[in-house]
């Protein structure tokens, strides 16, 4: 009979785990479905995106679904090979690769964001670099694990938990920076917009970014310790999270363009000779609107309005922002 410890802290930790998987794959769901019924005009690659983000969170919780039936139908009275499962049965040995792929393609998205604010290569190449060298780490962990050698897995597993934890760390302080860098320099309706991206930037990569900072910790802190223990419970759980975590957070970002946009259009003071303008501006949903002013600047947001509009939400185009700053220093020279 496997001792107490051993099927408290592992087998339980996996159904706790793949019970928040089910739980945070449903709020997924209700993103995915907000995002399909209010964005349908993305660019797209910004809904290719989505529709990936979609099918590779699906597939972790059918593979959890798997990992859940083998270890309670399959292996039911055979508890010692519900725990050798991690290196006998495939959909549990390829749980380090998926989730650090899940992990790295939302990591893209993100460092894309970083670019379109700052364009500085040698943050962006760096923090890419980083979650690269993260994703081959994972790569080389699950090899080692099909490969039955347990002793070389703990180390790459760690380089790639390590290595995730600083680049989400960078990754956040950047983007924080470089959107205060500009509000400084930005008109006070602009520089209000950036500071509700930099509160957004906050409190999405915050939840994710905790759970890598916990499964980091725990992982070293159990296997210091030769029998399994709660820190290696709390280490499984904050794992299986841990993708879903991050493809909230990307969600989370996108579905808030439309809360930013009508905080936006609510918040503008424009005169009664503007007042067709910037109701089209509201209707056509372009992130962060368009600056109000005085009525004899009107052809100039006439034309940024066009400018935007073709370039909103880009993803992978020139950021709303730039448009922004551009618009700012028309408006002074006027």
């Known amino acids: ?4 410890p051993v099927v408290t802290f592992i087998l339980g930790a996996w159904n706790l785990g793949i019970s ?25 690659l910004l809904r290719a995106f989505v529709g990936g983000l979609l099918v590779l969170t699906t597939l972790k919780t059918v593979q959890c679904l798997a990992m859940l039936w083998a270890q309670n ?33 939302v990591q893209l998205f993100f460092c894309q964001r970083l670019w379109a604010i700052s364009k500085n290569i040698y943050i962006v190449g760096l923090i890419v670099a980083l979650f ?26 760690a380089i790639n938990l ?14 924080i920076y470089f959107l205060l860098n500009r509000s400084n320099g930005a008109m006070p309706q602009t520089a209000g917009m950036l500071k509700s991206i930099m509160k957004l930037t906050f409190q999405s990569a915050a939840p994710a970014a905790l759970c890598a900072l916990i499964n980091l910790v725990a992982s070293q802190a159990g296997n210091k310790i030769a029998t399994a223990n709660a820190f290696s419970m709390v280490a499984i ?3 299986t999270l841990l993708p879903k975590l991050y493809a909230i957070s990307a969600m989370w970002t996108l579905n808030s363009r439309r ?17 067709t ?14 600056l109000s002013g005085a009525g004899n600047r009107v052809p100039i947001q006439v034309r940024t309005q066009v400018q935007t509009v073709q370039h909103s939400d880009g993803m992978f185009s020139k950021s709303a922002l730039d448009y922004v700053d551009e618009r700012d220093s028309a408006t002074l020279k006027n």
């Not at 009979?1 to 107490?4: E, H, R, V, Y």
């Not at 010692?80 to 792929?101: D, K, R, S």
């Not at 303008?277 to 368009?290: F, K, P």
Request: overall charge neutral; glycine content about 6%; some cysteine.
């Open 1 to 4: 009979m496997a001792p107490l």
């Open 20 to 44: 928040g998987d089910l739980l945070l794959q449903g709020v997924l769901f209700a993103q995915f479905t907000h995002y399909i019924t209010l964005y349908k005009k993305d660019i797209l």
């Open 73 to 105: 139908v399959v292996y039911f009275v055979d508890v010692f090979g519900a725990l050798n499962m991690f290196y006998a049965f495939w959909p549990t040995e390829i749980n380090v690769m998926f989730v650090a792929f899940i992990a790295f393609y």
């Open 132 to 157: 690269v060298f993260a994703l081959v780490a994972a790569f080389v962990a699950t090899a080692f694990i099909f490969a039955d050698n347990s002793l070389k897995v703990r180390p790459w597993l």
């Open 162 to 175: 390590s290595t995730v934890f600083a680049g989400d760390v960078i990754l956040c302080a950047s983007t």
């Open 237 to 239: 759980i904050a794992n």
């Open 259 to 275: 809360d930013l946009r009508l905080a936006r259009s609510n918040g503008q003071n424009t005169s009664s000779t503007e007042g």
């Open 277 to 290: 303008s910037g109701r089209r501006a509201r209707t056509n949903n372009v992130e962060l609107g368009i």
